[in-house]
């Protein structure tokens, strides 16, 4: 359980859940959840992933003719459960630089440029929370992910991608890093520091991916790295080559 309720409004009889962010867009936490799920899925729980909104113009579509992104299809085959739409309930799929393409529940309600969609956001956090409530209230364990980074301080009002969305529903987060990009502990330690207080709190550690090379040398930064925030690193996942999933 995360530390701090934050005056959620999501009923306490409710599936545990996880979630997933990261410093930046593609630093793995799709293929985390994912294989969140199969682990889940193996060990005989009705698990279910879940992103609250998602930017992508990879879409899958569900039994029923609804839209998700297709991240979210391949976490729920990580779970071995068919598509639906409360997986992900806000699909954006990116027109121009300026505009995308709004997609509700699996349905197409209409194009909006940036600023119509950032004040439409109090009305798509209540399909957030609706399909949240859905998977939450049947199912073991809900596995959810994060869109981009949480330290976006220009896109913090209204969010309901990673913080926002974490304090309303009083979820325990995991941070991941990329360390082949580089920067790692930086990124890190910089995200943790621009969160809230109660943010910090319910960041429950870290984990680092895309590793390759020989872990004894990690370690100096791995405890540096946990003296300095007093959380612990859950992981360091290796390089994966040649990944097609």
């Known amino acids: 359980r995360a530390g701090g309720n934050?005056?959620?409004?999501?009923?306490?009889?409710?599936?545990?859940a996880l979630m997933i962010q990261g410093t930046g867009s593609n630093v793995g936490k799709s293929l985390i959840v994912a294989g969140l799920c199969r682990l889940f899925a193996n060990r005989g729980l009705k698990v279910r992933p879940f992103k609250p909104q998602n930017m992508s113009n990879n879409a899958a579509v569900t039994s029923d003719g609804g839209e998700i992104g297709r991240a979210q299809a391949l976490q729920a085959l990580g779970a071995r459960v068919p598509l639906t739409v409360h997986m992900n309930p806000v699909l954006l799929k990116p027109q121009t630089d300026m505009g995308a393409q709004v997609i509700i529940r699996g349905q197409v309600l209409g194009n909006m440029q940036a600023l119509d969609y950032h004040a439409y956001k109090k009305t798509a956090r209540e399909a957030v929370l609706a399909a949240w409530q859905d998977l939450s209230a049947r199912y073991d364990v809900i596995i959810a992910e994060g869109a981009g980074s949480p330290a976006e301080i220009n896109l913090r009002d209204n969010d309901i991608a990673n913080m926002g969305f974490a304090e309303m529903v009083d979820c325990p987060v995991i941070l991941v890093a990329d360390i082949d990009r580089g920067g790692v502990f930086a990124h890190l330690t910089g995200t943790l520091d621009l969160l809230s207080k109660t943010e910090q709190q319910?960041?429950?550690?870290?984990i680092i991916n895309r590793f390759r090379g020989d872990l004894s040398l990690l370690q100096g930064g791995l405890d540096w790295l946990e003296d300095r925030t007093g959380k612990p690193v859950f992981g360091v996942l290796p390089?994966?080559?040649?990944?097609t999933l």
Request: proline share 5%.
């Open 6 to 16: 934050t005056g959620s409004h999501v009923s306490r009889k409710r599936a545990p």
């Open 202 to 206: 319910r960041t429950l550690g870290f």
């Open 239 to 243: 390089y994966l080559h040649g990944l």
